[in-house]
């Protein structure tokens, strides 16, 4: 969430009222904000670079205010108090005019075609006759600021200018020339640069350079200039300097250029709206005339007013209350939503200001409507459907099988989801447009640029990372591929997959053979051709000749295993034979991932493992009904368990146990519907019957004994007289057994502890093409720590001619962390950029 900085005194002016710190807390409570910090520019200072710099800093109380990320409206000072005092009914939502200049023509932007190449749209506005003050100022200043950051992007899809108009004339000429032909002052410089001159002086500049990437590789830069051929601005980077304002400027031209037309006009009218009260017309904003290269004109800013009808009862039942319509309409007005009760039944008539870009859904007016009722007075209600959670099929399946599977001597690993094009189909002999791959639009790096359609590459580089790791290594992956697919809504679907590979001196078609039929054993899948699974010869570009195999599951094609060709193991940069086994397990979906929440056990279970079977004609009674609670075979012991679990899910504690299991036995048939509470805890602590054993044990006892069971025990105890010295014999046998398990805890004692070491490559980025990237090697090999064994390094496109160093590493975890290498690395500062974890993988 975006942070707002009032000076407190500066904000309780402008309120007309004075508030304490806890006051005006729970005021932004009841707004949706929140107070987060109470500060001093000198504290800030103090916090951030020492006292000795923040001697001369200012004492000024400093509210920091948390906004809601989509509320432009509310990131600077003027639009926090209108809303404010409107919220309080100080105020009445201001009514914003776009007017023509008295001059008769508006300001006009001309947009040349060659625009197109880099940011092809614009709009533009005038503040006329406006009055600024220090405060004033610096305000317009951060809001343009969080904007910015905000909806701007950093500037990548819209990009403000403001300048003074009285020392520039109309009309202006939104263009693009090369770098070398722009030539002007920049804001706050002393002498003129070129375009090219100002990407290297900037690239040393903490904030400007952030935004040089934006435009750096086009070809041509976006400028905008005047009638007289003067530079306003080489957006997004820098104004110029000839036409900055100052608190003396009366009449602001504002500019917005942008990638995205929407996030434009929403920015500039953020912009005017804000600002407009301290012109002489307050509320009033002059138009511009921006004319497009296909010699269309349109006005801005919009300043569009639009209005949305619903009803009182939408909002009285997504909100839990129950207000009169015109309760609502006043609810809704107080958020500056001006509504109305039009009188048709329960329709509202809800107008949304210019400055509310944030609503597009009626469920946005239902989520004003309900902070202005205020969320601590919605009243307290026990959900009316009670419902128990199952875990999800596939993922139990998923993790069921990944136990398994390293139980066989695999491990697991776990890559990106995005892939190159080359990952996924040169370098594994296929070609790009076989393999119905999603891509990416517009994608960062190279290293991603589709979603994989396999998991046999992700495996094949974690091998090649970890080459000097003893062999064989066993690796396996369960993950989900995405494949183009046009019977979804969206064009395409996930798919779960399970991958292997075993990389030694020998291909090992027989460890991946064997791990396919341990996986179908414990899918339940015997081997027959009809209902059981077999494999079958199988041509593919991937595999060796005459070594690869199609696998079949119940007549389906579910995957394929074999001995990886030359080839594919040459380009993935390995030495060895490599065998691998893909196939697809969403096919094996059955009843043992599918169990319902009753656990229900099928009768060909029941009859292959005798469970016993409960007659539905007359039902097992419990041993004992006699609870704490009372007896369950009453109606009052029911109650009284009702109650009790009324605001509980489990009888002790917050997951299932013993006690439930227990309770749950002695109540003799299912809860009649009026008994909710227990009825909804029945049915779920029903659900582990089958797993009962392994649920932990209770610490109180809550069922006891009934009255001929505790007559039983007395005569029991009456004959428990040992007449043959049995005590005596269970004495020896324990004293042997604790031998026995004092020798081998000593046996085990005495064995060297295991060192837990792990595999990890990073992604070390420099700043430019220009970095020495051997010089960057040199430097983090030197990086050295107890526990820390660099491995093989390469060089990977990035883009534009940037490189990044891929270099791996193995790691004692106790001793070295990945935050260490970090730390370590981007300490030369000079030659590199960021660090990244690119894969980790336990040894």
């Known amino acids: ?152 992007r950093k500037r990548s899809l819209v990009a403000i200018g403001t300048h003074d108009l009285d020392t520039i004339s109309g009309p202006f000429t939104y263009t693009a020339k090369p770098p070398a032909q722009i030539c002007f002052k920049p804001l706050n410089q002393t002498k003129e640069y070129t375009a090219t001159e100002l990407m290297t002086l900037y690239k040393t500049d903490s904030h400007l350079r952030h935004y040089l990437h934006i435009i750096e590789d086009k070809p041509v830069y976006p400028v905008i200039y005047d009638s007289n051929g003067i530079v306003l601005s080489m957006p997004p980077i820098i104004n110029g300097d000839h036409s900055k304002i100052n608190l003396k400027t009366k009449n602001v031209f504002i500019e917005c250029t942008a990638t995205d037309l929407t996030k434009a006009k929403i920015v500039l009218d953020m912009m005017v709206t804000m600002f407009s009260e301290y012109c002489s017309q307050p509320f009033t904003v002059e138009e511009a005339a921006v004319v497009h290269p296909d010699g269309k004109t349109y006005v801005y800013p919009e300043l569009a007013y639009r209005t949305e009808k619903l009803s009182s009862d939408f909002i009285n039942r997504k909100v839990g209350i129950n207000e009169s319509t015109e309760k609502i309409a006043q609810l809704l007005t107080k958020m500056c939503l001006k509504s109305t009760a039009t009188g048709a039944g329960d329709e509202i008539e809800v107008e949304i200001p210019p400055t509310r870009s944030d609503v597009i859904h009626a469920c946005d007016i239902m989520e004003d409507a309900a902070i202005a009722y205020g969320f601590n007075n919605i009243a307290r209600t026990t959900p009316r459907t009670y419902t128990v959670a199952n875990q999800f099929p596939l993922n139990k399946l998923t993790e069921l099988l990944r ?151 119940r007549g389906q094609s579910v995957g394929r295993l074999g001995v990886l060709h030359p080839d594919v193991i040459t380009r993935f940069e390995l030495t060895m034979p490599c065998s691998a086994l893909e196939m697809d397990l969403e096919p094996f979906l059955g009843h043992t991932t599918e169990i319902s929440l009753s656990h229900d056990v099928p009768m060909k279970e029941t009859i292959q493992h005798k469970f016993s079977m409960k007659s539905s004609q007359s039902p097992v009674r419990p041993a004992s009904t006699n609870t704490i609670f009372g007896d369950m075979s009453t109606p009052a012991g029911l109650k009284s368990l009702n109650d009790y679990l009324a605001d509980k899910s489990y009888i002790e504690g917050f997951s299932a146990s013993q006690a439930d299991i227990e309770v749950l036995e002695a109540i ?176």
């Open 403 to 553: 136990q398994d599977l390293a139980a066989a001597g695999f491990t697991e690993a776990l890559n990106f989801a995005l892939c190159s094009q080359e990952d996924i189909a040169d370098k594994i002999g296929k070609k790009i447009e076989d393999t119905k791959a999603v891509h990416i639009s517009n994608p960062k790096t190279a290293e991603f640029q589709v979603a994989r359609t396999t998991l046999l590459p992700g495996l094949l580089k974690t091998i090649a990372a970890n080459r000097k790791m003893p062999l064989p290594l066993k690796l396996f992956e369960i993950s989900d591929v995405v494949l183009k697919d046009q019977k979804k809504d969206v064009g395409a679907r996930n798919s779960r997959r399970f991958c292997a590979v075993y990389y030694s001196k020998s291909p090992g078609f027989e460890v991946i053979h064997g791990l396919l039929d341990r996986t179908m054993q414990l899918l339940e899948v015997k081997p027959g051709a009809t209902d059981g699974y077999h494999i079958r010869a199988a041509d593919d570009s991937t595999f060796f000749p005459g070594r690869c195999a199609e696998i079949f599951a």
């Open 1 to 152: 969430m975006p942070t707002v900085g009032v000076k407190r005194d500066l904000l309780f002016k402008a309120l007309g009222k004075t508030y304490t710190d806890e006051e005006f807390d729970e005021l932004c409570f009841e707004f949706g904000l929140e107070l987060d910090e109470i500060t001093s520019e000198k504290e800030i200072i103090s916090k951030e670079q020492g006292d000795s710099k923040a001697s001369e800093a200012s004492d000024i109380i400093l509210y920091k205010i948390d906004v809601p990320a989509n509320r432009y409206d509310l990131l600077c000072l003027e639009g926090l108090v209108r809303g404010l005092q409107v919220f309080k009914n100080k105020l009445e939502a201001p009514r914003y005019r776009r007017v023509r200049p008295a001059s008769g023509e508006p300001q006009k932007l001309i947009i040349t075609k060659e625009t197109a190449a880099v940011r092809p749209h614009a709009v533009a506005a005038v503040l006329r006759n406006i009055t600024f003050t220090q405060e004033r100022y610096d305000s317009f200043i951060e809001l343009q600021d969080k904007l910015h950051q905000n909806i701007c």
């Open 668 to 843: 003799p048939d299912t809860p009649q519907s009026n008994l909710a509470h227990l009825l909804r805890w029945y049915k779920h602590v029903k659900s582990f019957c089958r797993e009962k054993s392994s649920l932990p044990a209770t610490n109180s006892k809550f069922v006891l004994a009934s009255a001929s069971q505790n007559d039983a025990a007395k005569d029991e105890d009456d004959d428990d007289v040992d007449l043959f010295g049995s005590d005596d014999e269970d004495e020896e046998a324990e004293k042997l057994k604790q031998q026995r398990l004092d020798e081998y805890a000593a046996k085990k004692a005495k064995k060297p502890a295991l060192i837990a070491k792990s595999s990890i490559l990073l992604d070390v980025k420099p700043w430019d093409d220009e970095t020495d990237m051997a010089e960057m090697e040199r430097r983090v090999r030197s990086v050295a720590m107890g526990g820390l064994l660099w491995g093989q390094s390469k060089l990977v496109p990035v883009g534009y001619g940037i490189k990044k160093l891929q270099i791996g590493c193995v790691v004692e975890d106790d001793k070295v962390g990945t935050d260490m290498l970090e730390e370590a690395i981007t300490a030369f500062d000079d030659l590199v950029q960021s660090v990244d974890v690119a894969a980790f993988n336990k040894i």
